[in-house]
Nanobody, 113 residues
């Protein structure tokens, strides 16, 4: 059974930072590309960043230079370091394994003064 548990969200002021974590189980984590996605109110879910099993990362244009995705294969965990946050980054953030259709419960990120 696939389980993805996101954590680390919260309320932060513009320009602030947050680090999200996603603990995965029930998958062959080391063999999967992992991704962070987000969904803002009234908008479609979008891919924010992905990281391959070998550590190759890719980012949406809107977060390049501000967000960093990383993974710890020993802990079956993927991270998203978010710096220089903007109000438009406000969304529920989810992680996903590329080869699976399962989603976690997400973690809310709110950027507001």
């Amino acid at each position: 059974q696939v389980q993805l548990v996101e954590s680390g969200g919260g309320l932060v002021q513009p320009g602030g930072s947050l680090r999200l974590s996603c603990a995965a189980s029930g998958i062959n984590f080391n063999m999967n590309t992992m991704g962070w996605h987000r969904q803002a109110p009234g908008k479609q879910r979008e891919v924010v960043a992905t990281i391959s099993s070998s550590g190759y990362s890719n980012y949406a244009d809107s977060v390049k230079g501000r967000f960093t995705i990383s993974r710890d294969n020993a802990k079956n965990t993927v991270y998203l370091q978010m710096n220089s946050l903007k109000p438009e980054d406000t969304a529920v953030y989810y992680c996903k394994a590329q080869r699976y259709n399962d989603w976690g419960q997400g973690t809310q990120v709110t950027v507001s003064s």
